[in-house]
């Protein structure tokens, strides 16, 4: 294993984590149990004690404690950024975004969120630390957070990675399989509130996505690739969500006169164009990679959407349509 990913080991990562507990402390001028730290940033509550002795003793940090509470004194820190209220709650925003696209415990993704509630308003930082404190109690998962270090280091360094990816749920009988992967970009969706792996895949020849939560063991490998992340981010913009390794179709979908304001007010992909009809109605049209993703959107407005193009698309959902009202029969 690489020595950066050995987060409890070198020196670097020994400093790189005061300053993750030095700005959790910032960002809770009342105080915060050692353990509620230890949950934010990764690691044992014992880690933190022995942390904060440190980072008093040799850093020279002016910490306070009382009643179990851990904090810094006022005005330690500086915030490094200024931006305008804009700019800002455009940070917030994506973040908050963020924070629904995962279920899984990140501490990265913890850290982060406190770094920047540093330089946002009081307003929208009070909100970012309540969604910081909610996020912290849910289960740790180490195997994810280890994983996901791995594929970051291999995207950041362009280095090979090797994955054993295990089965979907819908076919769980199914044998986990090694691949050789080239970590081309990581991608949040907020529908499945998951993150994905898209990356070429060297033993099948072909751009794949994998979900993280299904990679059972991530190692890199000494082996780089070129960058093409233009191509890439080009291709992803067909991705109705984050698949975009299939073929481009075009979809048609008539909306119900009831619903029609509601889709037009939305751009849903960027190559939709959408009609009105004279009767109220609207047509929507968009040529996507794949059918999977926009059929589940499509699913979702019921009896108020038709599919008109492709045929395949429209007997599938037409299929799914009748099983869910023969399940309500």
Known sequence: MSPMLDREGSKWDRAARFLRVATVLHAHPQGIAAQDIADQIGVSKRTVYRDLQAMEMDADLPIW???GRWGLESGAFLPPLALTLPEA???????????????????ELLSAFVKLAAILPPVLAEHLHATVDAYAS????ERFTRILRVLTMGWAERRVVEIDYGPGVYDPGKAPRRARVRPYAIEPSAHTRA??????DESRQDRRTFKVERIL??????????????????????AWDVISDEPLTRVEVRFSAEVAARVAETRWHPTQDVE???DGR????????????VRIWILGWGADAEVLEPVALRETVAAELERAAATYR
């Not at 993150?195 to 070429?200: D, H, K, S, T």
């Open 65 to 67: 404690q009382d009643k």
């Open 282 to 293: 609207l047509l929507w049209r968009a040529t996507v990679s794949g059918l999977l993703e």
């Open 276 to 278: 009105p009809l004279p």
């Open 89 to 107: 709650t455009t940070f917030f925003l994506a973040a908050r975004l963020l924070a629904k696209a995962t279920d899984e415990h990140d501490p």
């Open 138 to 141: 849910t289960p740790r998962n």
């Open 217 to 238: 063991e991530a190692s890199l490998t000494p082996e780089t690739f070129p960058d093409d992340a233009a191509a890439i981010e080009r291709d992803m913009l067909a």
């Open 195 to 200: 993150l994905y792996l898209i990356g070429w």
